[in-house]
């Protein structure tokens, strides 16, 4: 399935493909259901909306039920509730079928939702190959820890964080900041550090994003 192109023909609605109904019937009511196509599945692509194209599309492309399924970009141009939707879809082909997928996209969040194992590209060349949790691992990317205090004690409390070891800093006469490196230093053990205020109110604990850590791996050159 071509992200930047249908290979829908753009006057003949689905129902006008011609495949063998007496071996494919079951298969394409199965996919029609599964992608939800009934309500426009006798419409041409010319009428459809993009969410609606791309899952006719990649509906097309299941009807002879290949081993190996190529989706350039499913996501792009979606809205957040069509690309739910589409990830489920997909995951849901995955594991119904066993159908291998090959998946390009610039999405980050496409790739921690259904990917299990990733390849990064950098200049035509494979730097990376293997999971989310190795690129984390590797990249070492920092933890953040917010805390607020109960009253006016931000500044009193920050001694709790040895300097050198964590980065914290007052953001507000209530909050505290801090910043660390998961393999330097466990959360726990942070975790241990703040409890020891009396007056904490409220703590979170957020870890890098996807985007972030696939960034860090080009900025730290790790591959490259």
């Known amino acids: 399935m071509f992200g930047n192109r249908t290979q829908l023909i753009w006057d003949i609605s689905m129902c006008e493909y ?3 109904p007496a071996q494919a019937r079951n298969h394409i009511e199965h996919l029609i259901e599964m992608m939800e196509l009934t309500s426009f599945q006798n419409q041409t692509p010319r009428t459809l909306s993009l969410g609606q194209r791309i899952r006719a599309d990649i509906a097309v492309a299941l009807v002879h039920s290949p081993e190996l399924l190529l989706l350039d970009e499913p996501t792009i141009g ?3 509730l069509l690309k739910i939707k589409l990830r489920d879809i997909i995951k849901t082909i995955n594991s119904e079928s066993g159908t291998t997928i090959l998946l390009t996209t610039h999405d980050m969040n496409d790739v921690e939702v259904l990917c299990s194992r990733i390849f990064i590209l950098n200049r035509g060349s494979i730097v990376f190959d293997g999971t989310m949790q190795d690129i984390r691992r590797r990249v070492n990317s920092e933890m953040e820890m917010r805390l607020r205090f109960s009253r006016m004690s931000a500044y009193e ?7 050198g070891v964590l980065d914290a800093v007052v953001v507000s006469p209530t909050e505290v900041r801090v910043r660390y490196r ?3 230093i466990p959360t726990s053990q942070v975790l241990q550090m703040a409890v020891q205020a009396p007056d904490l109110e409220d703590l979170s604990v957020r870890s890098p994003t996807i985007e972030e850590v696939i960034a860090a791996c080009y900025f730290s050159k790790i591959g490259l």
């Open 18 to 20: 011609q495949v063998d």
């Open 182 to 184: 998961g393999s330097v």
């Open 157 to 163: 409390n920050i001694g709790l964080f040895p300097k």
């Open 78 to 80: 979606l809205d957040t």
